[in-house]
């Protein structure tokens, strides 16, 4: 099956190639490069992850480097301005990518030449075009390569997503996600074009495609900065997504809206043909499923979704992680290998796409 024709989430090792595999008597050695504000999370995370080894630490500014060093005692790891030199230097298995966007695609094909796999921060790349080719060097190298993308990393999605699959809804027919998080920032957010789209949206279109199984179709977006907003551009966006098997996936989104704040994995409601799940991205997703229907209205059985399965993937940053540790060891890939996480990267393109030109969009 090519990889076009795969459903969501389906990653084979046939459409990934083959890794060499890390062998058991010894640890998976990891340079993390940039060393900014997500590279605390990461540090935290990989010092609770078995059997992984931080071996360099990377940045444009080598006293960034070195802070992080001192904050989590990596007094082994070789800092650096060049990831080259510290690749060639420290022979890692992996690359952890927490660099700016603009800075992913350089940074993978960088590992990618030294025959070393890439973890990367979200989103995957800063274009479709730079995406591609990224996916195109680490196959064609037979590189490991996945994305972070940590909000599908959580028990309480994992929850509803194997509720829709149970098809105890029915027929899933729609999916609406509300996002509204007043987040002042600073930093290369505060100038950044289509910042909630590019930077934020990313992850609540990946939970769409998480939820439903279905990728996407077609897009039409407005996108807007309000008045008000601290940002230079597009802090609110509406999208309306058609997605493959049917479904309308409807997104709406601000980080300029002051008060009544969602969480940040969005207020969701996921509708099928025999009920409702409503789900505020907290710890109690429920169900409203019809019982029976006499009357204008049908009753419905309310409740809870069952509680979450040992076996899931979560854990966030440290569950990615280990899956990476894990996917290196074995050669299995990791469920947000590049290769299916574009499809996620697609939808963000597609509406930026849209919000420019006033049209829908097909998703490439
Ligand atoms: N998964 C999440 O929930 C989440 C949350 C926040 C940020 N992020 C993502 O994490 C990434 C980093 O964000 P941040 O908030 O840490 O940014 P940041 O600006 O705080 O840090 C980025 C660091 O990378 C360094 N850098 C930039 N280009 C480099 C290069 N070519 N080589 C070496 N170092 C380089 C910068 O000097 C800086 O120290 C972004 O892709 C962002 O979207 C993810």
Not at 215 to 241: Q, T
Request: charged letters at 20%; hydrophobic letters at 40%; a negative charge.
């Amino acid at each position: 099956m090519t990889s076009s024709k795969m459903n969501s989430g389906e990653v084979t090792r046939q459409t990934i190639g083959a890794w060499r595999q890390v062998p058991a008597n010894r640890p998976v050695r990891a340079v993390l490069v940039g060393c900014g504000g997500m590279s605390a999370e990461w540090l935290r995370a990989a010092a609770q992850v078995e059997g992984l080894e931080v071996v360099g630490l990377v940045d444009l500014n080598e006293d960034a480097a070195r802070a992080r060093q001192a904050e989590f005692g990596l007094t082994q790891a070789q800092t650096g301005t060049d990831l080259g030199r510290v690749l060639a230097d420290t022979s890692p298995d992996l690359v952890f990518d927490c660099t700016v966007p603009e800075a992913h695609f350089q940074t993978a094909l960088t590992a990618f030449e030294q025959g070393i796999g890439v973890l990367g921060e979200k989103p995957l790349a800063d274009n479709m075009a730079h995406a591609r080719q990224m996916i195109q060097v680490g196959q064609s190298s037979a590189q490991f390569h996945a994305v972070i993308q940590n909000r599908r990393f959580d028990p309480n999605i994992r929850r509803v997503e194997r509720f829709v699959r149970s098809g105890r809804l029915g027929e899933l027919t729609t999916l609406n996600a509300d996002f509204y998080v007043g987040a002042h920032f600073g930093g290369f957010r505060d100038t950044m074009e289509h910042v909630l789209l590019l930077d934020m949206a990313i992850h609540t279109f990946d939970s769409a495609r998480l939820i439903s199984g279905q990728d996407p179709v077609s897009v039409y977006c407005h996108e807007w900065n309000p008045k008000g907003s601290w940002y230079a551009h597009g802090a609110n966006a509406v999208a309306i997504f058609e997605m493959t098997g049917g479904v309308v996936f409807t997104y709406r989104g601000s980080w300029a809206a002051e008060g009544a704040r969602t969480t940040w994995e969005s207020d969701w409601r996921v509708v099928g043909t025999a009920g409702s799940v409503v789900w505020d991205g907290g710890d109690h997703p429920t169900s409203s499923l019809v019982r029976e229907t006499t009357g204008l209205l049908s009753d419905f059985t309310e409740a809870e979704l069952p509680p979450a399965n040992p076996q899931d993937r979560v854990g966030g940053h440290r569950g990615l992680i280990e899956e990476a540790v894990s996917s290196l060891r074995s050669g299995q890939p990791a469920e947000t290998a590049a290769v299916d996480n574009v499809r996620s990267l697609a939808m963000v393109f597609a509406a930026i796409e849209s919000a420019e030109s006033g049209r829908k969009v097909l998703v490439d």
